[in-house]
T-cell receptor, first 106, second 114 residues
Framework: DAKTTQPNSMESNEEEPVHLPCNHS???????IHWYRQLPSQGPEYVIHGLTSNVNNRMASLAIAEDRKSSTLILHRATLRDAAVYYCNPRVQFYFGTGTSLTVIP | DVKVTQSSRYLVKRTGEKVFLECVQD?????MFWYRQDPGLGLRLIYF???????EKGDIPEGYSVSREKKERFSLILESASTNQTSMYLC?????????????FGSGTQLSVL
């Protein structure tokens, strides 16, 4: 099964960019890399996903390494509302780890 | 927008009771999932279903069963609740399209077993 490794926690100053890393070295060639975030007292919500190319949407950008063994979620300007737990999740397994708890400092 | 609805936000049950957690989605998704979430352990997959009447075990199926009689509804059953099943339970659904298989989650059910 594909496994992911993420830092337990990260901090960022408000309005600065944040780069959240994820290692998924056992990912298969057809696995899309998904990112979710969970705000306090809510279920996780979808953020972004991609296969090989970098992806952008209104919430974030996703940078995928050329060998696909790692990816980085980029929040271009962190806001207080971005404080959450962020999970990366290769498609096939649908197994989530403990994610990265992001603290945004005003 | 996709809506995944879990029947209860909070539930309190006694040890040994049979407990049903219900989940309904309104977007005709093929896939449905049940997770539990505990502090320090993240989200762990209990069961999932790719189609009506089909089910697959996840990481931690022991002590649980599931039922999917209709496409939109996926039920999690605790046959005899125990205190170690006190947890937040999250239901999710997704399309079966590999290029667009993003998960939509419900708000969760906080179950306390006394």
């Amino acid at each position: 099964d594909a496994k992911t490794t993420q830092p337990n926690s990260m901090e960022s100053n408000e309005e600065e960019p944040v780069h959240l890393p994820c290692n998924h070295s056992t990912i298969s060639g057809t696995d899309y890399i998904h990112w979710y975030r969970q705000l306090p007292s809510q279920g996780p919500e979808y953020v972004i996903h991609g296969l090989t190319s970098n992806v952008n949407n209104r919430m974030a950008s996703l940078a995928i390494a050329e060998d696909r063994k790692s990816s980085t979620l980029i929040l271009h300007r962190a806001t207080l509302r971005d404080a959450a737990v962020y999970y990366c999740n290769p498609r096939v397994q649908f197994y989530f780890g403990t994610g990265t708890s992001l603290t945004v400092i005003p | 927008d996709v809506k995944v609805t879990q029947s209860s936000r909070y539930l309190v049950k006694r040890t040994g009771e049979k407990v049903f957690l219900e989940c309904v989605q309104d977007m005709d998704h093929e896939n449905m999932f049940w997770y539990r979430q505990d502090p320090g352990l993240g989200l762990r997959l209990i069961y999932f279903s790719y189609d009506v009447k089909m089910k697959e075990k996840g990481d931690i199926p022991e002590g649980y069963s599931v039922s999917r009689e209709k496409k939109e509804r996926f039920s999690l059953i605790l046959e005899s609740a125990s205190t170690n099943q006190t947890s937040m339970y999250l239901c999710a659904s997704s399309l079966a399209d590999i290029s667009n298989e993003k998960l939509f989650f419900g708000s969760g059910t906080q179950l306390s077993v006394l």
